[in-house]
Structures are given as C-alpha cells and as structure tokens.
C-alpha cells in the first residue's frame, strides 16, 4: 500500500498536536480576519499560487507579519510541490494576493508562461 505524502502529514500532525491545543484559536483568528475583510479566502490564495506555477500545494500557513513601521500584515506562507519533485515557499500577502517572496530549486522552469 502507497501512502501520500500528504496524508502521513495529517497522521503526524494528529500525534504530535495538543488536545484542545492552540491551533483551534488559530483558526478562530483567520475566520475572523477573513470576515472582517482583512485577508482573502483560502481558495483564492491557492489559486494565485497554482495559476502562476505548475506545482502541487502541499501546505498553507496564515499568520502575522511585522510590515513597515508598527504595523503588522496578514501573510500566506504555502509550500508546494513542482512536477520534479523540488519544493517551494512562496509568501503572499493576506489581502492582495501579491508574492512576497518565492524561494526553491526550480522555482523559474515551474512558472507558467502567460
């Protein structure tokens, strides 16, 4: 039997992660930036990501940044997976959508031509 990479993540996150941990506000937090208008949903950000490069999201973290001077942004931390297996990091912003940074081996042969 073949398992997905993906699925022996969940497991691991399943064993390692605290009963009623901090993850449950962490998801509070998100719904409520996303309610409030301050970030995109989820499904935009995932396509953003794979419109521009052929890969395969692997994971997608929300979290806050310090930006310019005080001020803290909402930032999407997604790694996925090109076709040749390499991994990338991308960073966007939580309510533009624009790349912050792209980091990876093979990042520019998976950007898609316009």
């Given at each position: 039997?073949?398992?997905?990479?993906?699925?022996?993540?969940?497991?691991?996150?399943?064993v390692?992660?605290?009963a009623?941990?901090?993850?449950?506000?962490?998801?509070?937090?998100?719904?409520r930036a996303?309610?409030?208008g301050?970030?995109?949903?989820?499904?935009?950000?995932?396509?953003?990501?794979?419109?521009?490069?052929?890969?395969?999201?692997?994971?997608?973290?929300?979290?806050?940044?310090?930006?310019s001077?005080?001020?803290?942004?909402?930032?999407?931390?997604?790694?996925?997976?090109?076709?040749?297996?390499?991994?990338?990091?991308?960073?966007?912003?939580?309510?533009?959508?624009?790349?912050?940074?792209?980091?990876?081996?093979?990042?520019?042969?998976?950007?898609?031509?316009?």
């Open positions: 039997m073949k398992f997905r990479p993906i699925i022996l993540l969940l497991v691991a996150w399943a390692i992660a605290p009623g941990g901090g993850w449950a506000g962490e998801q509070d937090e998100a719904r996303y309610q409030a301050e970030v995109v949903a989820l499904g935009q950000i995932l396509k953003r990501v794979t419109g521009a490069y052929e890969c395969r999201v692997l994971a997608v973290e929300l979290h806050r940044a310090r930006s001077g005080s001020r803290k942004r909402w930032v999407y931390s997604v790694k996925a997976m090109t076709r040749q297996g390499h991994i990338l990091m991308f960073k966007l912003d939580g309510m533009t959508m624009k790349f912050l940074s792209i980091a990876g081996r093979g990042a520019d042969a998976a950007r898609r031509k316009p």
